[in-house]
């Protein structure tokens, strides 16, 4: 079937969407809804059997819904309405919410329904629910509408109220004035909603010394207490502010936005208040102590069965230099214990985006700052790379683009959750790409595979790519059921007789690459590229980071994702 995805950006929902309905065998296109005439004519030229939106902020004209068939993705139960929807959810501290599918009509969100679906409300922030949970379930409900629509014969269902399971409702837009903050009042518990509700956008307008910004990234702290609304103390670039029973972590800062001005972009919090931190103290934790703790840090690491667990999560996936650098100090450290296994990824979400492109842009010179951060990312590489004597497994809970592959493909095998998406290219950003990709994804896929992958700028879905050869497992289920079984295989396999020789052969084949071309060759190779990206006066690269971080929008949908006209 001829599918076209419109959606007013290319985001994680949409691409799982695509990448779930491309294995499956359906011919797909993706059209930005920009603006109205490119829409309609978009709409003409791929001619499509059925047009699904997973994510809208605009109306699509009522000319395309009333001649083809259009099924919105909703992210709310039956009956739910409005443009806020997982805002009220996580606000009001609902315990399920759902995902329905319905047929565009005039009135929004009240069209007729094709399918809907429940999930668990997990405590985290807005978009971690909607990589997670959100997404699950809406996959589930496209599938079920694409099925549906396919037979011919299924009839959707009118919105009813007077259904019992029908327990929806039209709900306003969430706006600023909901989301203030008394700090002087409002429990841990509250504000932690609060801010929760406002991830990633539009985060919570407060103040802080004087000057207005957009709050981001709340996550409580179980030890230090302050007078409530006082910055007590910074970690990682994040800072912790007291409340009147306890005191949160808040890890970004976004300025207002200045008429005429660019769209400003999220910042690590302590660093936008610098000037302002001169006497707040700086508090460490150490990976081991983060993980016995209801605390905020970056990076934490428990042992369990004889495996190390070396967890990382990193805003948005993406991985500054500084970052970079923890994570190569943590993972040294977890080496130099005594397992003989050592599991690396978030619990639940991204496992790496590759650079950080917000904190290059806002870097006194970003070509440097590319460098230091491209140098960090491959000097993390290769220790896992040349490591020998630890069996390393990259855990995929959630989703992996660019560098954040590479960095995924430096481990012994790669497990991933069924519901990951891998985007292993970097021509988007206009970078050739290092992170020692041109050695280690033509030895999983072969060099042609290889080109094609870093060259087609499209998603790929976890079993499309265990087909590739590209990942080694693919492990169905919600985040909790995935890290239960990786805790589970990971120990079976330290207690394999085995495991001994696979590290020996490890060991051997290392040696046998080297041999053949050292890694260092790659390395040097690739940043021959990089540094041209980097530093070149026609290079791409400055100009499409500086839109991407900025949002700024495409004139039309990128032809990559157009799809093919029918013959």
């Known amino acids: 079937m001829r599918i ?3 959606t007013s950006a290319f985001n994680s929902l949409s691409q799982r969407i695509h990448a779930e309905l491309r294995a499956r065998g359906h011919h797909l296109g993706v059209e930005l809804a920009l603006d109205d005439d490119q829409l309609r004519a978009g709409v003409t030229r791929f001619a499509p059997d059925l047009i699904i939106a997973p994510m809208l902020t605009t109306a699509i004209p009522s ?3 009333t001649t083809h ?3 919105i993705v909703h992210p709310g139960p039956k009956g ?8 009220w959810a996580i606000s009001t501290g609902a315990r399920e919410w759902g995902v329905t599918v319905l047929q565009a009509e005039a009135e929004m969100d009240a069209g007729p329904i094709w399918a809907s679906v429940p999930f668990p409300v997990t405590a985290c922030g807005k978009s971690e629910l909607y990589r997670n949970e959100v997404s699950d379930a809406a996959v589930e409900a496209v599938l079920l509408s694409v099925e549906r629509f396919a037979s011919g014969t299924y009839e959707p269902e009118s919105l009813d109220y007077t259904r019992p399971d029908v327990r929806g409702c039209l709900r306003p837009y969430y706006s600023q004035d909901r989301r203030r903050i008394d700090w002087s009042a409002d429990t841990t518990a509250d504000i932690l909603r609060t801010l929760r509700a406002a991830d990633s956008q539009p985060g919570v307008l407060d103040e802080l010394f004087g000057t207005q910004y957009f709050l981001h990234g709340g996550h409580n702290e179980d030890q230090l207490r302050g007078d409530p609304g006082a910055v007590i103390a910074t970690r990682e670039g994040a800072i912790c502010r007291a409340t009147v029973d306890g005191a949160v972590w808040l890890t970004h800062l976004r300025a207002r936005r200045t008429a005429g001005g660019p769209r400003p972009f999220k910042q690590a919090a302590a660093e936008v208040l610098r000037d302002n931190m001169i006497d707040v103290p700086e508090v460490p934790i150490t990976p081991s102590a983060a993980a016995s703790r209801d605390t905020w840090s970056q990076v934490r690491y428990r042992e369990r069965d004889g495996v190390g667990f070396l967890e990382f999560s990193f805003a948005g996936g993406a991985m500054s230099t500084q970052q970079c650098e923890q994570l190569l100090a943590a993972y040294r ?3 130099a214990r005594s397992v003989s296994v050592l599991v690396l990824g978030s619990p639940r979400d991204f496992f790496s985006n590759g650079i950080h492109l ?3 842009e806002s870097a006194p010179d970003p070509a440097l700052e590319s460098l230091r951060n491209i140098s960090a990312m491959n000097n993390l590489v290769e220790a896992i790379l040349t490591t020998t004597d630890t069996f390393v497994i990259a855990a995929l809970a959630g989703n992996a683009a660019a560098g954040g592959v590479m960095l995924a493909l430096a481990a012994d095998e790669v497990w991933c959750r069924e519901a990951s998406v891998l985007n292993p290219h970097y021509e988007l950003m206009g970078l050739y790409g290092s992170e020692y990709w041109t050695y280690s994804l033509p030895r999983r896929v072969g060099a042609a595979t290889a080109t094609r992958l870093t060259s087609e700028p499209l998603p790929l879905g976890a079993r499309s790519a265990a087909a590739l050869g590209l990942i080694d497992r693919v492990i169905a289920g ?11 295989d990971a120990g079976l396999l330290a207690r394999d007789p085995d495991l001994t020789t696979r590290l020996v052969e490890k060991k051997r084949r290392l040696a046998a690459d080297e041999a053949v071309k050292p890694l260092a060759t790659y390395r040097a190779e690739e940043m021959a590229h990089m540094l041209e990206n980097f530093f070149a006066d026609n290079s791409e690269y400055h100009g499409l980071r500086t839109a991407f971080v900025h949002r700024e929008r495409p004139n039309a949908t990128p032809p990559h994702l157009l799809g093919d006209p029918p013959h």
């Open 4 to 6: 076209l995805l419109i």
């Open 80 to 87: 739910d309405r409005g443009p806020s929807s997982l805002d």
């Open 333 to 335: 450290d977890a080496c």
């Open 69 to 71: 068939p259009v099924l």
């Open 478 to 488: 919600d985040p909790e059921g995935f890290r239960a079984r990786v805790c589970r």
């Open 358 to 360: 917000d904190v290059i």
């Open 63 to 65: 000319d395309i819904w």
